[in-house]
Each structure stands twice: as structure tokens, then as C-alpha cells.
């Protein structure tokens, strides 16, 4: 989803709470390296997409553990510190274990989707990314979707880091070995007309 500055950074999640508490719209904001940002509303083709993954993810998760899918409302933070800089809302995320239902934020995300656009792709592949990749020690998957194209830059931390796959074919498959998910791009993109070429 696209962003818009409204605040000069650097702003605390504390910072981003009260400018939440001091809303009277129903605007999304996420906070990213300090920046309080609004989120535009999702065009629908990138609803199509969050929703064919999320609704695939279901039922790949655990039944003998707590997980649940999220999409869009939900923040992750590094920590319950107050003091941090970064709160994004994962456009899908899995997260497991127990979590205080009254919270806006998780601590423990397992799985990480963000769908781009022209408008949103420098700050998704750029803060967001680093952040999600050094920040979260749970976190076990990142994916980049494209939304006017075929292509998902799928990132899976290792024993040695972060490796990269780039999915841009018809037939090549997103997968998520901690969840067992395995869904081929034809899946990703059901519904949705890319351009041609």
C-alpha cells in the first residue's frame, strides 16, 4: 500500500500510539525507521493477492500449536519497548504461540507477506525489509509480491542468514518450509489480470 510522511521523524511507538489515540478517521498508519506514514487504501488487485495467500495459509497451520493469519490490520513490533521505531502491518503475516488477544501488535511473527506497488516498492524492499530481517529473531519468511507482474523475491533465513529465490514463472512455487505451505504463483495470482509481456 502506498505512504505518505505526515510526521518529522524520528517518532517512538509511544510517539505513534498517542498520534493513534489522537485520530478521529479511519486512515491506516504504520510506523517505519521513525516515520509515521499513512497507508492508502489497496487497490484491488493487490486485495486479490493478500487474499488468495492468506486463505491458502490457513490451513497449513498447526493444529497442535496457536497460529493465526493476519491481513493488514495487525502491527509487529521488535519488542513490548515503547522506545522502538519500527511498528509496519504485514499486508498477510502468520504468528504463533500466545498472545494477549486486546493487543494491536505481535512480537513473534513466523511469516511475513507484503504485496507491492510502483508506489510502496522502495520502502517495502527498503526499512521494512531491513527491519524485518534483523530485528525478528522468529520470523522464518519474507515475501515480496508484485502486483503488475509475475515475480516474488522470497527470502528464508538460514543457519548462515537470509537466502534469496526469485520466483518469476508460472509453474515456480512459494513456499514456506516452516509451514509446510507450498502454493505456485498460478495460486498467487488467481483473479488477477498482469500485463502481458
Known amino acids: 500500500m502506498s505512504e505518505a510522511l505526515v510526521l518529522a521523524p524520528p517518532q517512538t511507538v509511544a510517539a505513534f500510539d498517542a498520534f493513534l489515540a489522537g485520530l478521529r478517521d479511519d486512515t491506516s498508519w504504520e510506523l517505519v525507521d521513525g516515520r509515521i506514514l499513512a497507508m492508502t487504501d489497496p487497490s484491488l488487485d493487490h486485495e486479490q493477492i493478500a ?39 504485514p499486508d498477510v503475516m502468520v504468528y504463533c504461540g500466545a498472545q494477549d488477544g486486546r493487543r494491536n501488535f505481535v512480537t513473534t511473527p513466523l511469516v511475513v507477506v507484503e504485496i507491492l506497488s510502483p508506489s510502496n516498492m522502495d520502502g517495502d524492499r527498503g526499512a521494512k525489509l531491513r527491519f524485518y530481517k534483523s530485528s525478528l529473531p522468529t520470523l522464518r ?43 505456485p504463483l498460478t495460486d498467487v495470482y488467481a483473479g488477477v489480470v498482469l500485463p502481458s509481456g
Open 51 to 89: 487474499g488468495n495467500i492468506s486463505v491458502a495459509l490457513r490451513p497449513a497451520l498447526p493444529a497442535d500449536r496457536p497460529c493465526r493469519v493476519t491481513t493488514g490490520g495487525v502491527r509487529v513490533q521488535m519488542s513490548d519497548d515503547v522506545r522502538g521505531t519500527y511498528a509496519p502491518r
Open 141 to 183: 519468511h519474507i515475501a515480496l509480491v508484485y502486483q503488475d507482474q509475475m515475480r516474488i523475491e522470497s527470502y528464508d533465513r538460514t543457519d548462515i542468514g537470509w537466502e534469496l529465490v526469485t520466483l518469476t514463472r508460472a509453474d515456480d512455487r512459494l513456499v514456506f518450509a516452516a509451514r509446510l505451505f507450498d502454493m
